[in-house]
């Protein structure tokens, strides 16, 4: 199975402030991942897909990278509304997928 | 508009079985694969299995192996994930989420249930 690790688990940070996430899988998976932010008692919401595509909607602040085995999720400028949990998923197994454990975004 | 619309929460007791279903509504239900995510309280993400509403078929996480059984209604558009020998550590929100797939960009889960709570108590 592949495996996801997310660094780091918590992020605290300010509006404006700039946030990068990692996420390394357990062997190589091309392009085949995607970011989805969460909410409190909401479903995931899908962001980026295939490591850097902008889902339709979502704000160009955020921006996905990487290939292989290293991915990143960046945020350019927080606004209030970003501080939620982070997940990363990998897709290159059909239909074997996997989630990362998570990056919970907190206001500093 | 495109939306999966899951049943309420449940209460169970241990050794007993749970049935959660998903309705698809705008867009051609046997076009694309249901999945199904639970995330226990406080917890991340775990992925349960999958299936094809076309064909049925289905694939499943090593562990819900024998115990998980997804199956559709394709003329009311409906996926349905049945867990047995329910156990406390299956308290969790159970999410359908649909899998899109183009040939440029490969699959994702774009668009999601609301999530269905079930609970597993004495």
């Known amino acids: 199975d592949i495996q996801l690790t997310q660094s780091p688990s918590f992020l605290s940070a300010s509006v404006g402030d700039r946030v990068t996430i990692t996420c390394r899988a357990s062997?190589?998976?091309?392009?085949?991942l995607a970011w989805y932010q969460q909410k409190p008692g909401k479903a995931p919401k899908l962001l980026i897909y295939?490591?850097?595509t902008l889902q339709s909607g979502v704000p160009s602040r955020f921006s996905g990278s990487g290939s292989g085995t290293e991915f990143t999720l960046t945020i350019s400028s927080l606004q209030p509304e970003d501080f939620a949990t982070y997940y990363c998923?990998?897709?290159?197994?059909?239909?074997?997928?996997?989630f990362g454990q998570g990056t919970k975004l907190e206001i500093k | 508009q495109v939306q999966l619309v899951q049943s309420g929460a449940e209460v169970k007791k241990p050794g007993a079985s749970v049935k959660v279903s998903c309705k698809a509504s705008?867009?051609?239900?046997?076009?694309?694969?249901i999945n199904w995510v639970r995330q226990a309280t406080g917890q991340g993400l775990e992925w349960m299995g999958w299936?094809?509403?076309?064909?049925?078929?289905?694939g499943y996480a090593q562990k819900f192996q024998g115990r998980v059984t997804m199956t559709r209604n394709t003329s009311i558009s409906t996926a349905y994930m049945e867990l047995s020998s329910l156990r406390s550590e299956d308290t969790a929100v159970y999410y359908c989420?649909?899998?899109?797939?183009?040939?440029?960009?490969?699959?994702?889960?774009?668009?999601w249930g609301q999530g269905t709570m079930v609970t597993v108590s004495s």
């Open positions: 989420a649909r899998r899109h797939y183009d040939f440029w960009s490969g699959p994702r889960f774009d668009i």
């Open positions: 705008g867009y051609t239900f046997t076009s694309y694969d």
């Open positions: 299936m094809n509403p076309n064909s049925g078929n289905t």
């Open positions: 062997q190589g998976i091309s392009s085949y």
């Open positions: 295939a490591a850097s």
């Open positions: 998923q990998q897709l290159n197994s059909y239909p074997w997928y996997t």
